[in-house]
Every structure is written in structure tokens, then in C-alpha cells.
């Protein structure tokens, strides 16, 4: 197996790795238990190359790794990477760069939403990933060559896909698409956890701002608890509990117990005193310098129909541009364009306005048109000005777009004397 735990091995490999033009990366975590990721095996190929490093072992030293990671010569390729971003970041403080990440790369050329790894690399090498390891212990030890097979193939097949990926971007004159979303993906203040934001992940039941004050103070005061305890956020309390102390302030440990989700025992601990100091400092706080209620959005009347067109009009134009959907816009995204011609979204810059922002604002305005024809949704320019892709279809001469009894009294008006209906009128 090509699983590495030799110090001096380790060093050896990631100095090779730093003369290649890229490496591929992965990484097998565990955190079902844990607020931090278990770094369970770090996998790496080069173009000539594949191999795993073993975390785990004792007095392992993972500096030629993180020097590797941090190295601008050398780009970084992984799938899906904000997980493993994560992890780098909560050991090192840095962001592996430079980085392409594949599933962003195959969003920008089609390949749909969010696609697997297992079904990009079929896709475009045909290989056929055994994925029955997916949810193996992975700290477990010795690892079965089962599992270093499964391992290893998601760096090695990843260097094939990358590199049509890049080609593809390379042709169809994307990558300042690519890079965009590269930069958002890796901007290292999107990894820092601020606890006094945590409660941004809560769905607050009230607009209160004193609500909102309290359910600030006591979500920050879990996000401490459980990254000092190392325990995922809900074996402190669950959301739901954060909820009901922030609606229903207790004063007292003996009003803490009996929260719903809230033990006796933990009331009488450590844990209630600290929480019920949140609390108090929540009520305390001056209202001004509470947290203001999320804004939401909420469409005038009759705007509904006009978020489905736009849903329709987003299809059409990333099915005509080969881009996947969500890349380009969301359902939230849509709701704000039909509000305000100057919403404040991602779809009204670069180059989503160009293949779709500006398209979305002609049509919600009337300057352009959606229609079906030969099993396709075509964008039509008002007033005769012709299709945007293709030629306007034939003009309809079955008259369907007018009410049955009003075509059938101007068919009669306008047949000359002693034809017979059968005959075509001019201009029927």
C-alpha cells in the first residue's frame, strides 16, 4: 500500500511533488463526535505519482506537506475543496494556493450542480469508482488495502479529470469565470469562526431585536463551549434550546432546568452558570446595540409570476450557454431581480449579466419574449426585432392566441362572397 508514515518518506515525496505543475488532493476526515475535523489520511498524486501520508502516527511531521500546500509554484487540485480547505486552515492558519477545484471547474462547463466526483470521473475518463469504502472508520488502524485503493483513487483519477477540465475551460475562454469563483471559495475569512456571528445559523423565531440580543449572547457562548470542548455544538444544546431561553430569559438555575432540552444537571453546573451570565448579558445589553432582524425579502403583489419566468428564462440561458443553474443564480437571486432592477446580486454583475442579468431585466420590462417552438424555450426580442439565438419561428396561422369566438366572427367578416369555408382566406 502506498500509505506513508515515515518522517523522511514524507519529505522525500512532498519535495518531488514541488517540482510538478500540479498535484491532486484529498483528505479522509472523521466528525461525528468533534467540533474540529479528525485528520484521518492525506492522499497526493503528481502527474507520475500517487501516495497517502498517515497523519495519525506518532511524532509524524507534516511540514513538507504544509510547505507543499502553501507553495505558488505548484497548483493545488482537489473536488468539492471547502471541507478539505477547513481543515488546512484550522491546522496551518493558511489557505492551500494556488487552487482549481473540479467541481466548480465542471459547473462552469455544464456539468450540472454540485456533480459528484464519482460521476464527473465517469463522465469524462469512464472509469468506474468502487465508493462501498465511503463510510468506513477512517481512524481506525491498519487501514485494509481496500481502503488505500478507494483512497488513492480519488487523487488519481482526479488528474484526468483536471486536466480535460482545464483544456475545456481553456476553449471556451472561461477561466475568468473559473477564477471568480476560485477567489470566493478561498477567501480565508469565510474559514475563521467568529462566535459572535454564530447565531447567524439559527433560524430566529422572533424579529425582537432584545430576542435577537439574548439569542446572540448564548449562541456565542456554545460556539466557545463546544470548540473548548472539541464537541459538535449540539451535544452543548440544541438549537432549538438556544431558541426557547432567548424567547423565555430564565434568571434562575431552577428556571434553566426547565427548559425543554436543558438537564437539571447541567443547570446546576459549570455550564448553566456560564449560560445563564450570557443570558443576563443579553438582557442587559442597550437595545441599540442589538442585532437588527434579517432583512426579508418580500415580493410586491403579482410579482410571483414573474419569478417563474425568470426561473424559465434561467434554464434556457445556462442550458444555451452549457452552465450549470446554481452557478449563475439562485431562487433568492431571482425574487430580488423581480423587486428591483438594482438588486444587489452576484446575477447583475460580470459575467453572469452577460449570459443571463441582462436578459432577466429585458424580460421582466417586456423588451423580450419566452417561446416554445420544436421542443425548445427561445428568447425572442419584442416587436418583430427576431430571436436572440436562433430565427423567430414562422408566424402561427392557427390563430390559437385569440379567443374562439372572436377568430371565428373576423374569419366570417373577412371571407369574400361565395367562398366556401374550406379556402384559405388572405391573410387567414
Not at 466528525?31 to 497523519?55: M, S, V, Y
Not at 493558511?94 to 462547463?109: G, H, N, R, S, Y
Not at 466526483?117 to 468506474?128: D, F, M, Q, W
Amino acid at each position: 500500500m502506498s500509505i506513508l508514515t515515515d518522517n523522511t518518506e514524507i519529505a522525500a515525496f512532498c519535495k518531488r511533488l514541488a517540482r510538478a505543475e500540479y498535484v491532486t488532493v484529498d483528505t479522509e476526515f472523521m466528525r461525528e463526535k468533534t467540533f474540529w475535523p479528525i485528520l484521518c489520511l492525506i492522499q497526493l498524486a503528481g502527474p507520475n505519482e500517487a501516495a497517502a501520508i498517515d497523519p495519525l502516527v506518532p511524532d509524524v511531521d507534516l511540514t513538507p506537506l504544509y510547505t507543499l500546500l502553501a507553495n505558488r509554484k505548484v497548483l493545488k487540485v482537489v473536488h468539492g475543496a471547502r471541507q478539505d480547505i477547513e481543515i488546512f486552515f484550522h491546522l496551518t492558519g493558511k489557505v492551500p494556493t494556488p487552487l482549481f477545484d473540479t467541481q466548480i471547474a465542471a459547473m462552469v462547463c455544464g456539468f450540472g450542480d454540485q456533480v459528484g466526483y464519482e460521476t464527473l470521473v465517469a463522465r469524462l475518463t469512464g472509469h468506474r469508482l468502487d465508493k462501498s469504502s465511503r463510510f468506513t472508520d477512517w481512524s481506525l488502524r491498519p487501514l485494509t488495502e481496500k481502503q488505500a485503493t478507494y483512497a488513492l483513487g480519488d487523487v488519481i483519477y482526479l488528474r484526468e479529470a483536471y486536466e480535460q477540465l482545464r483544456d475545456r475551460i481553456a476553449e471556451n475562454g472561461r477561466a475568468a469565470w473559473l477564477d471568480e469563483e476560485i477567489d470566493d471559495l478561498t477567501a480565508t475569512d469565510s474559514y475563521r469562526i467568529d462566535p459572535v456571528s454564530a447565531w447567524h445559523r439559527l433560524k430566529p423565531r422572533s424579529t425582537d431585536r432584545r430576542y435577537l440580543a439574548i439569542l446572540r449572547e448564548v449562541s456565542a457562548w456554545r460556539e466557545n463551549e463546544a470548540m473548548q470542548r472539541d464537541i459538535p455544538r449540539n451535544r452543548v444544546l440544541r438549537d432549538e434550546a438556544l431558541s426557547e431561553i432567548a424567547a423565555h430569559p430564565p434568571e434562575t438555575r431552577a428556571a434553566l432546568g426547565r427548559v425543554r432540552g436543558v438537564s437539571r444537571g447541567f443547570a446546576d453546573g459549570r455550564a448553566g452558570e456560564d449560560l445563564l451570565n450570557a443570558v443576563a448579558a443579553g438582557q442587559n445589553l442597550p437595545i441599540e446595540d442589538a442585532p437588527e432582524p434579517r432583512p426579508k425579502v418580500t415580493l410586491p403583489r403579482g410579482l410571483g409570476p414573474v419569478v417563474d419566468l425568470l426561473k424559465v428564462l434561467l434554464k434556457q440561458r445556462c442550458e444555451y450557454h452549457n452552465v450549470a443553474q446554481k452557478l449563475v443564480a439562485s431562487t433568492a437571486d431571482l425574487e430580488r431581480i423581480a423587486a428591483d432592477d438594482e438588486a444587489p446580486v452576484p446575477t447583475l454583475q460580470g459575467w453572469r449579466r452577460e449570459i443571463f442579468g441582462a436578459d432577466a431585466l429585458a424580460l421582466k420590462h417586456g423588451r423580450v419574449a419566452l417561446a416554445a417552438s420544436a421542443g425548445h424555450v427561445q428568447l425572442l426580442q419584442v416587436n418583430g426585432a427576431g430571436a436572440a439565438d436562433r430565427p423567430a419561428p414562422a408566424p402561427s396561422r392557427s390563430g390559437q392566441d385569440r379567443p374562439p369566438g372572436r377568430r371565428r366572427k373576423r374569419r366570417r367578416e373577412r371571407r369574400p362572397s361565395g367562398q366556401t369555408p374550406d379556402q384559405p382566406t388572405e391573410g387567414a
